[in-house]
């Protein structure tokens, strides 16, 4: 197969995860291009940026339309997470040139990575928890924590700016901690379009330094825009908790692989994940119908009063 292909293969295998669990975009793509297309790091970062930033206004539109914006917490975000996404791009050449600068940064990509998976985590965990609480609050009853979501805005960005790791991960995490009682659809409309003028930013950094291939990224999108609608249409008929296990474990094995580990404990360390995602994923699969049983028997009893 053409090597060209199969970049727009990759593109479209990722912009089907992003579409089906709502991230995983950068996470995946950047290590795809460095491992599997031998990509420098860091033209893989800028190219994803670049790639992201003609995806992500797609899902972003489909939120604006269902009016699942907070717009508040966009104003609020921006004004830290703009410059420190720009900075974080120029803040790479700090590590060095060369060879030297493409090891280093594969280090930073790693545990950028290890650390989506850690907000994938705390976003399963933090998700079960709302669903076990009380009823997630009317709109107008959560109030924007300005301080919080500025610093959520500057640690976000330089995340983003260096790795392209993050936009979809690590920031709808820390605005789930911030605004415990923001409803689920918000909290993915929020953060999607925060994160279009946040790769735009990022993406202007590494397109200053030469770290852009105009090529590799429109390459990359004549699959992932197709990808991406394909995903969304199909979120709604596959289990998301299945595919988000996946991508944790896919994760997980390219942050490690990025810093070295190879073999016996790279290979442990996925099963291991994959056998936990299995046992919970069928787990809440033989708990959902119990509860909705429950709910139907309810439903089906009539109360005192109406039997009166």
Request: proline content about 5%; charged content about 15%.
């Amino acid at each position: 197969m053409d090597l060209s292909w199969t970049i727009v293969l990759a593109g479209a295998l990722v912009g089907l995860a992003v579409g089906l669990t709502g991230m995983g975009g950068g996470a995946l793509m950047t290590p795809i291009m460095v491992m599997f297309f031998g990509v420098n790091p860091t033209a893989a970062i800028g190219s994803d940026l670049a790639t992201s930033l003609f995806m992500k206004p797609f899902g972003a539109a489909v939120h604006h339309r269902a009016g699942t914006i907070r717009w508040d917490i966009v104003r609020w975000l921006l004004p830290t997470a703009l410059p420190a996404a720009f900075g974080g791009a120029l803040l790479l050449r700090a590590l060095g040139d060369g060879d030297t600068l493409q090891t280093r940064v594969k280090y930073v990509i790693g545990g950028a990575l290890l650390l989506a998976v850690t907000g994938m985590l705390a976003r399963m965990w933090l998700d079960r928890r709302r669903g076990m609480g009380s009823a997630d609050a009317e709109d107008a009853d959560v109030r924007v924590r300005p301080v919080a979501t500025l610093l959520i805005g500057l640690v976000g960005g330089v995340v983003v700016g260096m790795t392209s790791v993050g936009s979809g991960s690590l920031i709808i995490v820390m605005l789930m901690l911030a605004h415990p009682r923001l409803r689920a659809n918000h909290l993915v409309g929020t953060d999607l379009v925060q994160a279009v003028p946040l790769v735009g930013a990022a993406a202007l950094g590494h397109l200053l330094v030469g770290d852009v291939s105009l090529g590799l990224a429109g390459t990359l999108l004549i699959g992932a825009i197709p990808g991406v609608v394909a995903g969304a249409l199909l979120s709604t008929r596959v289990s998301g908790p299945a595919l988000r296990w996946a991508l944790i474990v896919l994760l997980t094995g390219s942050g490690l692989a990025m810093w070295g580990v190879s073999g016996t404990p790279l290979v442990a360390v996925c099963v291991a994940l994959a056998a936990v995602g299995t046992a919970v994923t069928l787990r809440t699969r033989r708990a959902r119908p119990a509860r909705g049983e429950g709910e139907r028997t309810e439903e089906r009893e009539p109360s005192p009063t109406m039997s009166a």
